[in-house]
Nanobody, 124 residues
Framework: VRLSETGGGLVQAGDSLTLSCAASKSAFRITVMGWYRQTPGKQREFVASITSSDATTYYADSVKGRSTISRDNSKNTIFLQIKDLNPEDTAAYYC??????????????????WGQGTQVTVSS
């Protein structure tokens, strides 16, 4: 599965930004797509995710209330809008996909994939 991320860049504090992540079509059955972020010297942290089956969403406390994650299943694409950005949101944002293949009709070979990352820089 190849992931293509777009939407990063340099923005001002208070601005909004929308990131997108498109997963290549394959036999791999995607169950969850989401975003993580990482700053130098720190561990990668969860930001938001959405399930493929029923679009259940999850958000980190740091972005809850000012972020919306959505999906277009027909295009294997997710979108993350973050409003009211602040300098603490500065990070490399990585798309993440979790899922499985099918073995004789049953889920097997559970895996996850990562995108190459897109940089978001928020200036004060």
């Amino acid at each position: 599965v190849r992931l293509s991320e777009t939407g990063g860049g340099l923005v001002q504090a208070g601005d909004s930004l929308t990131l997108s992540c498109a997963a290549s079509k394959s036999a791999f059955r995607i169950t969850v797509m989401g975003w993580y972020r990482q700053t130098p010297g720190k561990q990668r942290e969860f930001v938001a995710s959405i399930t493929s089956s029923d679009a259940t969403t999850y958000y980190a406390d740091s972005v809850k209330g000012r972020s919306t994650i959505s999906r277009d299943n027909s295009k294997n694409t997710i979108f993350l809008q973050i409003k009211d950005l602040n300098p603490e949101d500065t990070a490399a944002y990585y798309c993440n996909v979790k899922g499985h293949n099918l073995c004789e009709g049953y889920p097997c070979d559970f895996k996850e994939y990562w995108g190459q990352g897109t940089q978001v820089t928020v200036s004060s």
